[in-house]
């Protein structure tokens, strides 16, 4: 734990015991500092800490103000075990969902793609006119696979970082971590095989499960522990595995991290089983507190695991820049299938994210990235509760921008969906994050959007529908 943190904790048990009651503000970053022996900078990290935490908000020109307690609601309940292996069905629907993202009579309530305000807009636009203007003849040639060497020199140093013995030729760059993904189960799999995969799970790689002919097998995902290790267990010992998948850092939709000791758990039992991982760490460098998780593939000494990425999440989802890191052995074929599939990935874009990496500007951005992620989401954790029926379940995610909703009753969001593109609201439905079409009264909510009336009265309407 660092400094800051422990300096939020004892400040949170301050609020807790009324020291500092709701409503009041705390004092000065510099009396603070004063009286708890530190830094003026660990103070304010403190705050901004306990800020993302909800505990505390920010009043421009005034300071810090202890929140009221948001209402806890429960977190959604845990799905029964798959009886077995099967194909996808009812995923025509996301495209509707996707489409409506560049629609602007509709409220973008439901693909996981961040509002451009969450983005370095201004930056990466200076980045590709220096691009452009001094690297102009690379830019209109091809950067064939593996890609451009200085972008897969900053990826395997970032993954050094978290402690992954990975080096720049083991970088393959895609054009999206659902490529990564896509490339990762061609070199695992073939047609006809079984995939394991947490339920709910993110509609895209169902979406890449079905492409490749491949079935699912869903297991069961606690909203606050991860994927099942018991039931993944008896799911081995059952069926004949070919590859998992799991989004081990924050997962898509539920928003769950997987601790340490359950990464290595996963990766004991897959070991065993000699199961190949295809672990997709999209999410990973947007914790909502704390610091950045290691990824499986850091404990991975036996080339197991298939670590799969992008920047869409954090930079821009147009640059279309994802990577894969895959075992030795595949190394030349992974190249050999990013290269069928789309030739090359686009030159300019690599050589900005290479540049943007290389220069540090990318961890001063996630610093206030994730801030502003953490009050999307306790702005949005906030509204539903208030505004939804008393016993709808919230997630609770760890890191990451969406919200899982879980509504009572027999409400079914495929329905609901359509009465609510009339009103000019987009949500995602349930049924989409599950092979099976399980989770039909629930649905997922993005909260990186940019916060305005139209935001509130799209909410105002869905609670309206219920």
């Not at 409220?107 to 691009?131: C, D, I, K, Q, W």
């Not at 897969?152 to 402690?163: D, E, M, N, S, V």
């Not at 909703?405 to 609510?420: H, I, N, Q, R, S």
């Amino acid at each position: 734990m660092t400094l800051y943190q422990s300096l939020a904790d004892r400040l949170q048990i301050l609020i807790r015991d009324q020291v500092y009651p709701v409503g009041s503000r705390l004092p000065g970053v510099r009396v603070l500092a004063a009286q708890q022996q530190v830094s003026v900078s660990t103070v304010v990290n403190a705050c901004r800490e306990l800020e993302q935490r909800g505990v505390l908000e920010a009043r421009p020109r005034s300071g810090y103000y202890v929140r009221q307690p948001p209402v806890v609601r429960e977190a959604p309940r845990v799905t029964t075990a798959s009886r077995r292996p099967r194909r996808i069905t009812g995923q025509e629907r996301v495209l509707q969902v996707l489409q409506n993202v560049n629609n602007p009579s509709v409220v973008n309530l439901g693909a996981a793609v961040p509002a451009p305000e969450y983005m370095p807009v201004a930056t990466m636009e200076r980045m590709f006119h220096s691009v452009l203007r001094e690297e102009r003849r690379r830019c209109v040639g091809y950067a064939f696979p593996p890609g451009a060497p200085e972008l897969c020199t900053q990826i395997a140093r970032r993954l050094a970082g978290l402690q992954c013995e990975v080096s720049p030729e083991d970088v393959l760059i895609t054009n999206s971590c659902q490529e990564s993904v896509a490339i990762a189960l061609k070199l695992t799999t073939k047609p006809g095989d079984t995939v394991a995969i947490e339920s709910p799970t993110y509609y895209g790689l169902l979406q890449v499960i079905d492409s490749l002919g491949l079935k699912a097998l869903e297991i069961p995902t606690d909203p606050e522990e991860g994927i099942s290790l018991e039931a993944l267990t008896l799911a081995l010992d059952r069926w004949n595995v070919s590859a998992c998948v799991v989004v081990s850092n924050f997962s898509n939709p539920l928003g769950v991290q997987l601790s340490d000791t359950r990464k290595q758990a996963l990766l004991a039992l897959l070991s065993k089983h000699k199961v190949p991982l295809v672990e997709d760490d999209i999410y990973g460098d947007l914790p909502l507190s704390g610091p950045r998780p290691r990824p499986v593939k850091s404990w991975d000494r036996d080339g197991l695991v298939y670590y799969c990425s992008s920047s869409s999440k954090t930079l821009s989802a147009g640059l279309r820049i994802g990577w894969l890191v895959t075992p030795a052995h595949h190394r030349e074929k992974a190249q050999y299938l990013q290269f069928i599939n789309t030739v090359s990935v686009a030159t300019p874009s690599q050589l900005v994210l290479a540049r943007y990496l290389e220069r540090g500007h990318y961890d001063r951005f996630l610093r206030q990235l994730c801030g502003e992620h953490a009050r999307g989401v306790a702005r949005m954790t906030e509204r539903v509760t208030q505004l939804f029926p008393q016993q709808t379940r919230v997630s609770r995610p760890a890191g990451g921008f969406v919200l899982w909703v879980e509504l009572p009753g027999e409400v079914d969001t495929t329905e609901l969906m359509e009465k609510a593109l009339e009103a000019g609201v987009s949500f995602a439905p349930g049924s989409l994050f599950s092979a099976s079409g399980k989770f039909a009264n629930c649905l997922r909510l993005n909260c990186a959007v940019k916060w305005d009336n139209r935001v509130e009265q799209a909410l105002v309407t869905l609670s309206r529908l219920l």
